[in-house]
């Protein structure tokens, strides 16, 4: 199983970006997809789970209002838009697939992509 992000950079504050994680070697509609962030010195944090076309619930508060979520099931893709972005905002951002018909169920992680909101 491979899960690959992709669209991190250097951004101005005020601009956006937009995320992408493909994955591959597993059965895509059986994860529950999820981004997570981790700030230099910070615990890693739940930004999103993916619900179809939105980003479902927004775990973290200076988020709200400035992300769009998506899952691509054909593509097996799922995508992270950030607007208005914060020099705060800058973190790895990672992708985590969960399955989703097991308590238990396999979690898999990407390699994460840096964010860095800069002047």
């Known amino acids: 199983v491979q899960l690959v992000e992709s669209g991190g950079g250097l951004v101005q504050p005020g601009g956006s970006l937009r995320l992408s994680c493909v994955a591959s070697?597993?059965?895509?509609?059986?994860?529950?997809m999820s981004w997570y962030r981790q700030a230099p010195g910070k615990e890693r944090e739940l930004v999103a789970t993916?619900?179809?076309?939105?980003?479902?619930?927004i775990y973290v508060d200076s988020l709200k209002g400035r992300l769009t979520c998506w899952r691509d099931d054909v593509e097996s893709k799922v995508y992270l838009q950030m607007s208005s972005l914060k020099p705060q905002d800058t973190a790895v951002y990672y992708c985590?697939?969960?399955?989703?018909?097991?308590?238990?169920?396999?979690?898999?992680w990407g390699q994460g992509t840096q964010v860095t909101i800069s002047p």
């Open positions: 985590h697939a969960r399955y989703r018909w097991a308590v238990r169920g396999a979690v898999y």
């Open positions: 993916i619900d179809g076309i939105s980003c479902g619930i």
């Open positions: 070697g597993l059965t895509f509609t059986d994860y529950q």
